[in-house]
């Protein structure tokens, strides 16, 4: 069976600090690894996907996510949060050689404060 | 762009009433997807669809039907609602194979 952890429920970061969101996985295959933000009272957005290739993926406003096969992580980052950045953020897996649908974390809420 | 929207926004039932939350998707999106979000234990895939006139079960089903006569819409059911089926569902779409999901906002329910 295919899982994903987020070790953390609440991150906080300073504006114009480096944040960091983990995520770890598990399948048995191939991951297709992806990062969601959702903000109140809206449906989730995607923000960028590791399918295959380079293991540094880059997405929308600034957020970029590296795969590390080894240590079945897919942490997401960016290199100066804004407060605008606070939300609510999911990472979710499916095995890419079987039908198997998205998996998703129970989320990380990021607050960014100035 | 509306991409997928779900109706209604905002529901409160009794206990066994039934009701069907709807979702229609303008992208021409063959997988349809109902979830439901509670507190700390993020999204969970109640029922899904690979097609027309095709569902399966997620991971829970229980107390819930599904429907897709048409390719843009995808109807979730509650036949005798309980109050363990409060939450927030969301309907997502997508194309096959590894593209993201796109995700309505949301409807709120609430079982008394």
């Known amino acids: 069976a295919q899982s994903v952890a987020q070790p953390e429920d609440q991150v906080n970061v300073a504006e114009g600090n480096p944040l960091t969101v983990k995520c770890t996985y598990s399948v048995s295959g191939n991951p297709y690894l992806f990062w969601y933000v959702q903000y109140p009272n809206r449906g989730l957005q995607f923000l960028l996907k590791?399918?295959?290739?380079?293991?540094l993926v880059k997405g929308s406003y600034g957020f970029e996510a590296e795969f590390n096969k080894s240590q079945t992580s897919f942490h997401l980052k960016k290199p100066s949060a804004l407060v605008s950045d606070s939300a609510l953020y999911f990472c979710?897996?499916?095995?890419?050689?079987?039908?198997?649908?998205?998996?998703f974390g129970t989320g990380t809420r990021l607050q960014v404060t100035l | 762009n509306a991409g997928v929207t779900q109706t209604p926004k905002f529901r409160v039932l009794k206990t066994g009433q039934s009701m069907t939350l709807l979702c229609a998707q303008d992208m021409n999106h063959e997988y349809m997807y109902w979830y439901r979000q509670d507190p700390g234990m993020g999204l969970r895939l109640i029922h899904y669809s690979v097609g027309e006139g095709t569902t399966a079960k997620g991971e829970v089903p229980d107390g819930y039907n599904v429907s897709r006569l048409k390719k843009q819409n995808f109807l979730l059911g509650l036949e005798s609602a309980a109050p363990s089926q409060t939450s927030v569902y969301f309907c997502?779409?997508?194309?096959?194979?590894?593209?993201?999901?796109?995700f309505g906002d949301g409807t709120r329910l609430s079982i008394l």
């Open positions: 590791y399918i295959t290739g380079d293991n």
């Open positions: 979710a897996v499916r095995d890419a050689g079987t039908a198997s649908k998205l998996t």
């Open positions: 997502a779409s997508s194309d096959q194979g590894a593209q993201p999901q796109h």
